[in-house]
């Protein structure tokens, strides 16, 4: 009987917690539909989402036994299907575009940063090896869903993850207007249209990052920041996220290894699960190749097989948000402010080595990819 209520009454704080998530999600998705909102920020319904969630963060705390655990659901289980379902934004016919190059590129620039991120968090600023990490892949690989999918993998603190992905999302919004404004002004000497295209894909944090900061360029230079440009850009960045799939393998594995031949009777050993979802991620890039060579065929009345491809994207994009409001939630900023500090810093130094180190390595592939 004890027991029975114990479970209903954690299915009323999972249904209370979802409905209050949901209602910050509906929320971002109306401000982010809003033109003149849109026009002046560039803001996707992702960032607004945490923004709005953040804001509302010190209420949830004062109610966090009746949503902590639908605000949970929407964080992890939510956030997982999310990232399974972004292989719908992605097929391997559009890496082939760019091929070996443009892995070589984004396999040097997740490797540089996040390990020079790892060795000056620990070493520089003091952070702990996980934050360290949770900062240095957000930087490097793509934003808040590789900081997301790596405490997935590490089951650190979730408190780690809110100020990784904290730090981490606001330097890409700073890129994401920064890039178009320098390259239109004519701050970034020596890059072409398709150069630029090349620095964003390799450099930006997030995949909107890389679509807003290309659609901006494209309205700033009327038109000499090409749609070509623009695809450059995402198709790289998209080289990035796949690369999330064996990153968190190498570093799962090693942070496991590590943890059992540790000697320090303060650490206890902890078991790294095998990311099953970033191989169900790289299922569902498979699945959406072979669809969208028959994207055009019905499959009853009048909802195609690029209609499926559709309703997988929407889902994402839905999963997503949640699990960015559900972080926002979970921000206290009494450690924010505490242990935050730290954590920008670091975000600061991966940021500028983005974008110096980044511009020197796509002048070398001049002539070769652009």
């Known amino acids: 009987?004890?027991?029975?209520?114990?479970?209903?009454?954690?299915?009323?704080?999972?249904?209370?917690?979802?409905?209050?998530?949901?209602?910050?999600?509906?929320?971002?998705?109306?401000?982010?539909?809003?033109?003149?909102?849109?026009?002046?920020?560039?803001?996707?319904?992702?960032?607004?989402?945490?923004?709005?969630?953040?804001?509302?963060?010190?209420?949830?705390?004062?109610?966090?036994?009746?949503?902590?655990?639908?605000?949970?659901?929407?964080?992890?289980?939510?956030?997982?299907?999310?990232?399974?379902?972004?292989?719908?934004?992605?097929?391997?016919?559009?890496?082939?575009?760019?091929?070996?190059?443009?892995?070589?590129?984004a396999f040097i620039v997740i490797s540089v940063v996040f390990l020079v991120g790892l060795f000056v968090g620990v070493k520089v600023f003091g952070l702990d090896r996980e934050t360290s990490m949770l900062v240095s892949a957000g930087s490097a690989i793509c934003g808040a869903a590789a900081v997301l999918a790596l405490e997935s993998t590490l089951k650190s603190d979730s408190f780690k993850g809110v100020v990784a992905?904290?730090?981490?999302?606001?330097?890409?919004?700073?890129?994401?207007?920064?890039?178009?404004?320098?390259?239109?002004?004519?701050?970034?000497?020596?890059?072409?249209?398709?150069?630029?295209?090349?620095?964003?894909?390799?450099?930006?944090?997030?995949?909107?990052?890389?679509?807003?900061?290309?659609?901006?360029?494209?309205?700033?230079?009327?038109?000499?920041?090409?749609?070509?440009?623009?695809?450059?850009?995402?198709?790289?960045?998209?080289?990035?996220?796949?690369?999330?799939?064996?990153?968190?393998?190498?570093?799962?594995?090693?942070?496991?290894?590590?943890?059992?031949?540790?000697n320090n009777p303060h650490h206890t050993s902890k078991k790294i699960d095998i990311p099953y979802f970033a191989f169900l991620f790289l299922g569902v890039i498979v699945l959406n190749t072979f669809l969208n060579t028959y994207k055009e065929t019905l499959i009853f009345a009048n909802f195609s097989v690029q209609s499926l491809i559709d309703c997988g994207r929407l889902l994402c994009t839905l999963c997503i948000v949640f699990a960015m409001a559900a972080l926002g939630l979970q921000i206290d900023f009494k450690k924010f402010i505490k242990l935050g500090g730290k954590a920008f810093g670091l975000a600061l130094v991966l940021f500028a080595i983005l974008i110096f180190g980044g511009y020197f390595l796509i002048l070398c592939f001049q002539g070769i990819l652009w």
């Open 1 to 105: 009987m004890i027991n029975l209520i114990h479970f209903k009454n954690f299915l009323q704080s999972i249904f209370r917690g979802l409905f209050f998530v949901g209602i910050i999600v509906a929320l971002a998705f109306y401000l982010a539909s809003v033109e003149k909102i849109h026009d002046s920020t560039h803001l996707a319904a992702t960032a607004l989402a945490i923004i709005i969630g953040a804001i509302l963060s010190p209420w949830f705390f004062k109610y966090q036994h009746s949503l902590q655990a639908g605000v949970q659901f929407s964080a992890k289980k939510l956030l997982r299907l999310g990232i399974i379902l972004y292989g719908f934004n992605i097929t391997f016919n559009e890496l082939y575009n760019i091929g070996f190059y443009g892995f070589l590129i």
């Open 165 to 262: 992905v904290g730090s981490v999302v606001v330097f890409g919004l700073i890129a994401m207007f920064l890039y178009p404004i320098a390259f239109s002004s004519g701050f970034i000497p020596l890059l072409n249209s398709d150069g630029m295209g090349l620095f964003m894909g390799a450099t930006l944090h997030e995949v909107a990052n890389v679509a807003g900061a290309a659609e901006m360029a494209k309205d700033m230079t009327s038109g000499a920041f090409t749609q070509s440009a623009a695809n450059l850009a995402i198709i790289l960045k998209m080289m990035r996220v796949i690369l999330l799939v064996p990153f968190l393998l190498i570093v799962g594995y090693y942070v496991a290894k590590d943890n059992s031949h540790s």
